[in-house]
């Protein structure tokens, strides 16, 4: 009989620690081999700290027997932007197969982010292999970005995530009708208390401080340089407004380090001291170590993390402004900004940012029906059958709160509710203007 052989793939230390926390959970059945597969998909991989590298990465490696580099194993090439062309699938696969010696062994995978490389690649080198996908954060509560080819799709069988919205189903994957299971954040929890235990580098801190978050937007594309220091500076003022004097602020590791130097000056000039995180360190460990008084961010995972696993006060700032600037309408963003903002209390309203608790479910149920109102106009191709859905809740509750959520044009080309004005919805209706629309369309093709 075969030995059976379990791959696990991540590119962060968040990812690896939801394994390890899925592993310690029992959500794995036994296997004779577990090997992790790390994959650094920075945009320069060599001047960039693979997982393997992180501090407290040796205690996640403990539950392995083997930690392999996906980016040594492809050598050139990329891991964001290479994939096995399908003639040449067997010959990788017998190469990999000597390279990691896995013999004739039965293969099992469990990846992230499906659709897009480096997973997809592994998952198309191993073909019939069966799959488990763990969410990569709030992502997860949006669609499919890309349709994925059914060879892999109907391989997988579970979405395991954590729970950052009690009562909140991932929209994932479902049109593989694959099914999500919970890891336990007890189990998160642990392995998290594990890696802050290895983390000696933090600076010491008195008392309980506000924690800034960066995450470096404009590498992105979604806002530049000068907007993004605006943000920055509007999370330290925001923080001091609200009565904090000691700052922290964790940048994103490959931000510009003048950014920093511009926060320290605003909070010196507020009254305020702002220290910085230098170390690239899970903002979960610094919830740990450092119990902040307050987390700020725009729309991080870590958000949800702390207010959901370990109790903290959050705030957002500057959503708003993303979720005008997100394009094109599809971007992947726009779930975790949309439900960050219609979830969290703003940063410049103290009231809500003092009475703010984690929602009934009640309103889950609201946000659900948000997002995925949200989720069909950005994939209505993969999700044809959340139509009547999208539609029900536009003509219910698509109001000034809520239009910031969706773009008219993109409601015009799906034909769904609010494409026009209420006062000018019988103009689609109208034989004249339809005919004079088809008169002008004509001259100009000639």
Known sequence: MPRTTRIFCASTLYGAATLSAALDAGLFEPTDRRLLLVTNNA???ETTPAVDEMPGFA??????????????????????????RGD??????R???????LGDDEIRLAVESVQVNPSLAVCQLFTGAPVDVYADGLISYGPTRDKIDPLVGTRIERLLHLDLVPGLTPLLLTEFDVRPELVPGEAFLKVLGELAQDETGLPDVDGQPALLLGQYLSALGILDDAEEEQLHLGMVRGAVALGHRRLVFKPHPVAPARWSRLLQDEAARLGAELILLERPVLA??????????LVVGCFSTALLTAAGLYGIPVARTGTDGVLSRLTPYQNSNRVPVTLVDALLPDLADRAAVESWTMPSPERVEQLAALLTAVGFAMQPKIYPGLRGAAED?????????????????????????GAVPAQ???????????RLARRAKALSRR
């Open 393 to 417: 809740y536009l003509s219910r509750h698509l109001n000034t709160r809520t239009w910031r959520y969706f773009k008219r044009r993109r409601l015009t080309a799906l034909a769904l509710p």
């Open 59 to 84: 205690r996640i490696a403990e539950r392995f027997d083997q930690v392999l580099s996906w980016n040594e194993t492809i050598a050139p090439f990329h891991p964001s932007g290479w994939s096995p």
């Open 43 to 45: 945009v320069n991989p």
């Open 88 to 93: 040449d699938i067997p010959m990788w696969e």
């Open 424 to 434: 000018l919805a019988f103009i689609p209706r109208n034989a004249t203007v339809r």
């Open 95 to 101: 190469y990999v197969r000597l390279q990691w010696g």
């Open 284 to 293: 979960e460990v610094v919830f740990q170590r450092t119990r902040p008084a």
